[in-house]
């Protein structure tokens, strides 16, 4: 696997239905804060959910997951969900074993996430 | 033996202390040497240093005798205290029957300026040598002084420097010293015997100089109760350090209070929010297993609590490797309200418990592929470890193997309760 150390961080632009927030490259203790900023940006609300893209992840340490969690206690308190998608299967698998999977659902694709949110 | 008289000593920590003077050579020295025979019009120049009972030649030009009266004569430059001047060698009654004085290359003109530190000890001398007498100019003089001058920068510029790298040095084997210490306060440095167990743990650093937060411990509990637990606090450095002291004492600590592996589990994650409430974002955590074992009769009763740690893999006598999970537990220290599961198993004669932390699961095949539960759980099936120390040496082998795929520190810690060994009944042996 390659680690270039580089990290994308986008928001998609909010017109209908939920926040969607693309990350992908490595998620560690240099490359976090970039997406810790862009979780700031977002304003949850009842009917301001998050999606967050995680298909072209190729990392994430543990200052990565401590930020998804943060993220996800903000968007609950706001009373939004936060949902992932396309986590890899390897991450998803260390995801599972920490419990995460019982706070954050896993989508395959952000569509599929979209789609959850609407039904 | 002469007495070193109080000056010359002072003079000669001097030279010791440019301890880089021993290899201090080199183009910049030769080049004042050239200079000083140029300057001069001389066919020889040197630059020494006087030591103890030695004369040091660190730079030469045009191949100058360097014993006997050369030698005496840069001693004596030295004693002399300041440029020093032999007009015409033969004139001088010690000085005249020197072979370099009467034979080749027939030295008859000496002139030497004192090379000085900054708190005025003569450390040498730059020196010019003619094989016509003659006398010597002040301008001459002069500029043998200030190449002595330029002598003295270069060595004071090596010094700093040597000094620099020795400093350098002591740093970082003070450094590497704190971090060995600290590893050694994290980990218990040997296991309790416990009756009717086995037990072996290892450490695999990733890095030498990197402390890990990888920890575990086995301890005595209430009645013949005994504790375990191996874990991982997220980070590396000193703080995961820092943070990896406070579970393992909060982890026995708690045991103490209440061992229901579920409490205990509960008891660190309420410390560990506590020590991180109104904290810097993103929050520390850790993952961990805890169990209490319970003997009976051919072996032990083991209660195990996990949160957000991989599973513990039983290695039955019958070599089925399984693992002893509860389905559930969650990271320790960073969510709310978390969840801890518990679940209770037998190791029987002839089992064994792998715990883990996460360097190993996680490491990389060389397929590319994360190595997982599965992965290990093959590996163990097939080397059929049958003791603790068998254990090791298996998850060792297969930590060498993954080589450069192992990207994280791991801890091992394993038990095992020895096969049952067939005793002759009390009853045949007291009728014999």
């Known amino acids: ?119 | 033996m002469p007495l070193t008289s109080a000056p010359e000593a002072s003079r000669l920590a001097a030279v010791r202390r440019y301890a880089a003077l021993e290899t201090a050579s080199g183009a910049a020295l030769d080049r004042v040497a050239g200079l000083a025979a140029r300057i001069f019009h001389a066919p020889f120049a040197t630059v020494t240093i006087v030591g103890d009972d030695t004369v040091h030649a660190i730079a030469a030009h045009g191949l100058p005798p360097r014993r006997g009266l050369v030698e005496s004569l840069c001693a004596a430059a030295v004693r002399h205290g300041g440029p020093y001047v032999v007009h015409d060698a033969l004139l001088d009654p010690q000085a005249a029957g020197d072979p370099a004085v009467r034979g080749e290359p027939g030295i008859r003109f000496f002139a030497a300026a004192l090379i000085t530190t900054p708190d005025g000890e003569a450390l040498g001398s730059v020196n010019v040598m003619d094989v016509r007498p003659r006398e010597a100019g002040d301008e001459e003089l002069d500029c043998l002084r200030d190449l002595a001058g330029l002598v003295m920068d270069e060595l004071e510029v090596r010094l700093a420097t040597h000094r620099t790298v020795e400093i350098e040095r002591e740093l970082r084997a003070g450094a590497e010293r704190l971090a060995r210490t600290l590893q050694r306060t994290l980990l218990p440095p040997v296991l309790p015997r416990v009756p009717g167990l086995r037990a072996a743990a290892a450490y695999h650093p990733v890095s030498a100089d990197e402390v890990g937060g990888d920890f575990y411990d086995l301890f005595p509990l209430d009645g013949d109760r005994w504790g375990f637990f191996l874990g991982d606090v997220c980070g590396k450095g000193a703080d995961a350090a820092a943070l990896t002291s406070l579970v393992r004492y909060t982890l026995r600590a708690a045991a103490v209070y209440d061992a229901d592996p579920h409490a205990v589990l509960a008891n660190l994650d309420a410390v560990l929010q506590q020590e991180h409430a109104g904290g810097e974002a993103p929050v520390p955590y850790c993952t961990a297993v805890f169990g209490v074992l319970q003997p009976d009769d051919d072996g032990f009763g083991v209660t195990l609590a996990t949160g957000g740690h991989p599973p513990a893999l039983a290695v039955r006598a019958n070599g089925l490797v399984e693992p002893i999970h509860p389905a559930g537990g969650q990271l320790i220290g960073i969510l709310r309200d978390p969840h801890f599961a518990q679940v209770s198993a037998r190791l029987n004669a002839g089992d064994a418990l792998l715990l883990y932390t996460d360097g190993l699961t996680e490491a990389r095949t060389p397929t590319g592929s994360m190595l997982d539960e599965d992965g290990l759980t093959a590996y163990l099936a097939a080397a059929r470890p049958t003791s603790a120390d068998a254990l090791l040496t298996t998850v060792h082998d297969l930590i060498t193997a993954l080589g450069k795929g192992v990207s994280d520190d791991t801890a091992i810690l394993a038990l095992s309760v020895p096969p049952a060994t067939r005793t002759p009944s009390s009853g045949s042996l007291g009728a014999a």
């Open chain 1, 1 to 119: 696997m390659q680690h270039d150390n580089g990290l994308t961080v986008s928001l998609q632009p909010h017109t209908s239905g939920p926040h969607l927030l693309v990350v992908a490259g490595d998620l560690d203790h240099h490359t976090t804060p970039r997406l810790r900023a862009a979780l700031e940006e977002v304003k949850f609300g009842p009917d301001a959910d998050l999606v967050i893209d995680l298909s072209g992840l190729t990392f994430c340490d543990s200052t990565g997951i401590a930020t998804l969690v943060a993220a996800h206690q903000r968007a609950a308190d706001a009373g939004a969900a936060l949902f992932l998608a396309g986590l890899d299967a390897d991450i998803a698998r260390v995801f599972q074993i920490m419990g995460l999977d019982q706070l954050l659902s896993f989508y395959d694709s952000p569509e599929e996430a979209v789609r959850a949110l609407s039904e």
